[in-house]
């Protein structure tokens, strides 16, 4: 190596075009024998390492590598910046690929749940209409026994095991919401599973095995009171119960809009139960249990009366009333005093006319005086008022008193027929005020109070002086 010169690092200055061969130096020292500190030139594996690996048939020849100070003890060595990043930003890729693949992870699962539950739920909804409407059911018959100990838990309950129901908690919930708690009747009924919450109940209440009927006349006259004790006589219902049909307006009838209730009535629907013959079924059991709840058939045989008075009542004479300067509640209250005082067609059309001319000349004849109206408030209305209260209904007592109110009373006293209803819309022509009657039932009609007196006498109602 004597004909050629080192730089400072051992690369030959000539021969620089020869790179075919690598020489592998072990180690240089400095001109004191000290290690080389600056690193002197890598080895094979450095050298290698240094070099393109895309190129291996070439060598780069490294020009300067020179330290720019003898005197620096160490060699900077600049980190690989490009491979470092190239590491990050994998790392950062793969950690957003994780990301995202979790989150179509939770919302394919969580779509999943709401798929789920909202499957249950539109089952259950369709199970609890098939239950409350009884639709699409399997066809199954049941006994079912009611008595007086049950509430609506325990009769839901034994629908429920019964088969009949698949919702207990939703027929309790129904009945509830409907107010349909009370009223259930005592007895075995055969239910169907086909069957309605609503049509399961109206049979628990109204439908029972009894078969036996009974023919009832209701009489002309009768009024509501009466007839409802005719009807617990022959176990069609309770006189209590069907009182509940009669005290207050149903709202279910066109005559009912003629009728003002006011504060001086006793009861709303007096004179509109339809005197005629009916047929009803016989309760049996009311014999044995006298307290049972009847209210169903009570309601029954009311509506069967007021539909029969709907029924016989004509627009003429609607008309008439009309033409007459009356309502219709008005001519049936008219109607249920000549119904009282009268016989026969002819004494009432005579009757009417005397109510008729005092109506039309009030300031001569305020008052009605029909002794009926005293009997009516004697024997129905203070027997039906306590004995502490009869102050409190000292308006509906002189409201009734037709020798105390002026024109016609608060209501009817009873049910008049046609015959009266008629008579009160065609009165005959007379210039009657005053009429009496005798034991035997003559009729003695009198326009002068002379001459009524004298009536009164040859009715032998009372002695000549």
């Not at 790179?19 to 080389?36: K, M, N, V, W, Y």
Request: with cysteine; net charge negative; glycine share 6%.
């Amino acid at each position: 190596m004597d004909n050629k010169d080192f730089d400072q690092l051992g690369v030959p200055t000539d021969g620089a075009d020869d790179f075919g061969a690598t020489r592998e130096l072990d180690s240089i020292h400095d001109a004191d024998g000290q290690e080389d500190l600056t690193g002197g030139i890598a080895p094979r594996e450095r050298f290698a390492e240094l070099n393109s690996a895309d190129d291996p048939g070439s060598t780069r020849m490294m020009d300067s590598l020179s330290l720019p100070d003898e005197d620096q003890q160490e060699v900077y060595t600049a980190p690989n910046p490009v491979r470092k990043r190239k590491k990050r930003r994998k790392k950062k890729h793969q950690t957003n690929h994780t990301r995202t693949m979790g989150h179509i992870f939770l919302g394919v699962v969580l779509s999943a749940a709401a798929l789920c539950v909202g499957v249950f739920l539109a089952w259950k909804v369709i199970v609890a209409l098939m239950d409350y409407t009884g639709m699409a059911k399997p066809n199954h018959e049941a006994e079912i026994v009611i008595d007086s100990s049950m509430n609506v838990e325990t009769i839901a309950d034994e629908l429920h095991e019964k088969g009949i129901i698949e919702m207990p908690w939703l027929f309790k919930t129904y009945i509830n919401i409907t107010d349909k708690a009370e009223g259930f009747l005592d007895g075995e009924y055969i239910v169907n599973s086909g069957m309605s919450y609503s049509n399961i109940i109206t049979l628990l209440k109204t439908e029972r095995t009894y078969t036996n009927t009974v023919t009832i006349m209701i009489p002309e006259g009768y009024n509501a009171q009466q007839i409802g004790q005719l009807l617990e006589n022959n176990l069609v219902c309770r006189a209590e119960d069907f009182e509940k049909y009669y005290r207050t307006k149903l709202d279910k009838y066109d005559f009912e809009e003629q009728i003002n209730v006011t504060d001086e009535r006793f009861y709303a629907l007096e004179g509109y139960l339809f005197p005629d013959t009916y047929e009803f079924y016989v309760i049996d059991d009311l014999t044995d249990k006298p307290d049972m709840d009847t209210s169903e058939y009570a309601k029954k045989a009311a509506e069967k009366m007021y539909a029969n008075f709907e029924s016989k009542v004509t627009k003429s004479m609607y008309a008439r009333a009309e033409e007459l300067g009356m309502s219709f509640d008005q001519v049936i209250t008219l109607a249920s005093l000549i119904q009282k005082e009268g016989t026969n067609e002819e004494n009432m059309a005579n009757i009417s006319s005397v109510f008729h001319n005092r109506l039309e000349n009030m300031y001569e004849f305020p008052h009605l005086q029909s002794d009926t109206t005293e009997h009516y408030i004697q024997d129905y209305i203070k027997p039906n008022i306590p004995s502490n209260s009869l102050g409190l209904y000292e308006g509906v007592i002189n409201a009734y008193d037709t020798y105390t109110c002026e024109g016609l009373p608060a209501g009817p006293i009873c049910s008049p027929g046609l015959e009266a209803i008629n008579a009160a819309l065609y009165p005959a022509e007379t210039d009657f005020y005053f009429f009496v009657s005798s034991s035997d039932g003559v009729f003695y009609f009198a326009s002068t109070v002379e001459k009524h007196e004298q009536n009164i006498i040859d009715a032998a109602l009372r002695e000549e002086e």
